[in-house]
């Protein structure tokens, strides 16, 4: 069962988050888009983009600039042409 209130890591993202040389971040399960929003604070300038299930979060991401993409990670396929998932 998810729970839809958790966040997972937040501290960890803040102090990845500090290397500034990205430019594309994923978040699988984006919900809120939460976790990209703490991305955001260090870097306003990388394309954020959320895969979540379900698209009831669509209008809160687009005022945050956050791209989403909606799919079932568990059977479709991420589209794009490489991945590296860390």
Known sequence: MVDHNETYGCHILDSFSKFRGFKNVLD???GAG???LVV???N???NLTG???GNWNQEKLSKNNINLINLDIEKDKLPFES???I
Do not use: P, V
């Open 28 to 30: 699988i399960g984006c």
């Open 51 to 53: 895969i979540d299930f």
């Open 40 to 42: 955001k604070k260090c």
């Open 83 to 85: 991945t590296i998932l």
């Open 44 to 46: 306003n300038k990388a």
């Open 34 to 36: 939460s976790d990209l």
